[in-house]
């Protein structure tokens, strides 16, 4: 991470649990704690885009190996910020 970012998580459809801003060399550490959706988003500002990743994981256990069998997504979002 080379820039400010903006993170937030979140759990299932509810609102987001965090939401910081990181420095570089920081981080955000966030726990599998149910059987559930979770989302990382990470806002990043860099002239002249504004960038938007979405990190989405669903978690359901899977009775057959009696394991977790998540469902990974992953989007980036670039908008542009200039004018004209």
Same mark, same amino acid.
């Given at each position: 991470?080379?820039? /400010?970012?903006?993170?937030?998580? =979140?759990?299932?459809?509810? %609102? @987001? ?6 420095? @570089?060399?920081? !981080?955000?550490?966030? @726990?599998?704690?149910?059987?559930? !959706?979770?989302?990382?988003? $990470? ?7 504004? =960038? /938007? ?9 899977? %009775?057959? $190996?009696?394991?977790?069998? @998540?469902? #990974? /997504? #992953?989007?980036? #979002?670039? #908008? ?5």
């Amino acid at each position: 991470m080379n820039a /400010t970012e903006k993170v937030s998580y =979140s759990l299932g459809a509810a %609102p @987001p649990i965090s939401q910081m801003t990181l420095q @570089p060399g920081q !981080h955000l550490s966030t @726990p599998f704690t149910a059987e559930t !959706h979770y989302e990382w988003r $990470v806002e990043q500002s860099i002239e002249p885009y504004v =960038s /938007t990743a979405t990190i989405s994981i669903d978690l359901r256990s899977d %009775p057959v $190996v009696a394991c977790f069998n @998540p469902t #990974v /997504t #992953v989007s980036r #979002v670039r #908008v542009s910020n200039s004018q004209g």
